[in-house]
């Protein structure tokens, strides 16, 4: 198996504040999510204000561009 140390991790498990439902979600690497629907409760979680999308405020992972230390998709 090779493995690339600059190589990003392409999962995240993303926590809803609102109910603690967890779910282990893939990751795009060409793309932002702004908008993820809590399959638990249904709540439309954004992301949090200075962050770029739902795993970088709500995941166990950042997104792909952020853990690459590359500018994201959204400027704030």
């Given amino acids: 198996m090779n493995t690339r140390a600059d190589a990003?991790?392409?999962?995240s498990t993303i926590t809803c504040p609102m109910c603690g439902q967890q779910a282990t979600e893939a990751m795009p690497t060409n793309a932002c999510i702004f908008?993820?629907?809590?399959?638990?409760?249904?709540?439309?979680?954004?992301?949090?204000?200075?962050?770029?999308?739902?795993?970088?405020?709500?995941?166990?992972v950042p997104?792909?561009?952020?853990q690459q230390q590359k500018s994201c998709c959204s400027e704030h």
């Fill in 35 to 60: 908008f993820y629907d809590c399959a638990g409760c249904g709540a439309c979680l954004r992301p949090k204000p200075g962050d770029c999308c739902v795993f970088c405020s709500y995941g166990t």
């Fill in 8 to 11: 990003p991790v392409l999962e």
């Fill in 63 to 66: 997104c792909p561009p952020v």
